[in-house]
């Protein structure tokens, strides 16, 4: 085998998604080689509790026995078989029945497989446009979702993101996508909080179906609790006021659940947090604790029934991956449904993302560089800013938060900047004495560096 690792020829042709070649090249690439429960190493031998947990998703920790010998069974059993037209493999079968049974609560009737979160978006699009085409209203074809929401990187996900930067370098892109407001406490045009906002949020999404003529509107869909736009946990009356409204339009509502499913937010499902039952709910990323890409769509009976019509338009699902329901992946996320439910993973979720954030919080007075430190269950953002009053956030491109984080990864915790954020999202077995080597590291990053003024 040809060993190019930390050659200039590999670090040449590795395209870094989400970073621009030369800055990459600048700056020390931080190169994970091995991980461990909720530790990873680097090549230099750091090692670091894993604040992260991959890219959100290593919720069960590193390198489980239960894991490996689920995939490991498998590969002996039958590595891959399609799921198309009519044939199927017992995998996907157990991990739909599987996953329709864990939703009884919100209703979920049918699941629909593929390889990931923007896979996973991509079909909760085009299932909602072909709904509407079988129910006999095909001018609905828009989506309405929220400023700082994140969906994906397909054409369709990309569309309805709620940040510029990931939808200009793209365009034009699909028609009919429309961004509103999103209920986010620490900035918001109204300069509200709690349920004033949640109310005011909710009906900007009225507004705005009229506006556009509710019967061109086919979804709204939002991430129960917004990820990677910086962590913005809605107030409590949002997301059922968001039921109502979609009620009165009959407008589909999407969860995007591909970081919140399966605990991140404290409970099972971030939508149950709230209270609300969507009609479509997109998974990924804990469903295999990313030890194997899978995604998953959930769709209820509301839209499970109208595609058992064959009308002017068919009720075949003309859309598949040759992956959708790889027998790996099902095996993988089978055992880690298991655990998911063994270990009680949402409630630990709860406590330590309580710990953490209370932990956290005095950063606020200490350090004149963080605006607001928030967060649900173990998904927590530092908000970081040049200018308390104003909450003016530090200009993205003068490396503070990339220092931050450089300087707490010395300090054994592997953190990470996004714009002008630092976003926690450790493992969900993580436990107090990890949580604490994540509050010091970043207490020393934050004493160390001085912002960029
Ligand atoms: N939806 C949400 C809410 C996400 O956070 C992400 C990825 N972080 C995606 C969709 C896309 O998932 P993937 O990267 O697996 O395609």
Not at 196 to 204: D, I, K, P, S, V
């Amino acid at each position: 085998m040809t060993v190019f690792a930390n050659t200039q020829q590999a670090q040449q042709s590795f395209w870094h998604p989400m970073a621009h070649p030369a800055s990459v090249r600048q700056s020390a690439v931080t190169r994970i080689v091995s991980g461990e429960g909720v530790y990873v190493t680097d090549d230099k031998g750091q090692r670091m509790v894993d604040g992260v947990a991959g890219l959100w998703n290593v919720n069960l920790g590193h390198n489980r026995p239960e894991i490996k010998a689920a995939i490991m069974h498998q590969l002996d059993e039958l590595a891959y078989y399609q799921s198309f037209d009519g044939v199927s493999h017992p995998r996907v079968e157990e991990l739909s029945a599987r996953l329709s049974a864990m939703l009884a609560p919100e209703q979920m009737a049918r699941v629909m497989l593929s390889s990931g979160g923007s896979d996973a978006v991509e079909t909760a699009l085009k299932v909602s446009r072909q709904y509407w085409k079988l129910v006999g209203e095909p001018e609905r074809t828009r989506f309405i979702s929220l400023r700082q929401g994140y969906h994906g990187t397909h054409f369709g996900g990309t569309s309805i993101n709620g940040s510029l930067v990931f939808r200009r370098n793209y365009e034009p892109l699909l028609p009919g996508c429309i961004q509103i407001d999103a209920p986010w406490p620490y900035r918001n045009p109204w300069n509200a909080g709690g349920e004033e906002l949640g109310a005011l949020c909710a009906a900007q999404l009225e507004r705005e179906i009229l506006a556009q003529g509710p019967d061109t509107v086919a979804a709204f869909i939002a991430e129960p609790v917004q990820g990677a736009g910086g962590v913005i946990v809605p107030p409590a009356n949002f997301w059922p006021l968001v039921r109502a409204v979609c009620d009165k339009y009959g407008v589909l509502l999407i969860a995007d659940e591909v970081v919140t499913g399966f605990g991140r937010s404290g409970n099972m499902f971030g939508c149950r947090g709230w209270g609300v039952s969507p009609d479509i709910i997109c998974l990924a990323k804990g469903i295999t604790s990313g030890y194997i890409p899978l995604g998953a769509t959930l769709v209820n009976q509301r839209i499970a029934g109208a595609f058992e019509q064959n009308g002017n338009f068919t009720g075949a699902l003309m859309h598949g991956y040759t992956y959708s329901g790889h027998p790996v992946a099902c095996a993988a996320a089978l055992v880690c449904l298991d655990l998911v439910e063994r270990e009680q993973i949402p409630a630990n979720a709860a406590k330590q993302g309580d710990y953490l954030l209370q932990a956290l919080k005095p950063f606020e007075q200490k350090f004149a560089a963080v605006g607001e430190v928030r967060g649900k269950g173990l998904m927590l953002a530092l908000d970081l800013v040049s200018d308390k009053a104003s909450r003016e956030p530090v200009d993205p491109m003068d490396g503070f938060a990339n220092q931050i984080a450089r300087v707490a990864r010395a300090h054994g915790a592997m953190v990470r900047p996004v714009g002008t954020k630092i976003i926690l999202s450790p493992p969900l077995t993580i436990q107090l004495p990890e949580l604490d080597i994540l509050v010091n590291a970043l207490d020393t990053a934050f004493s160390q560096t001085a912002p960029v003024r």
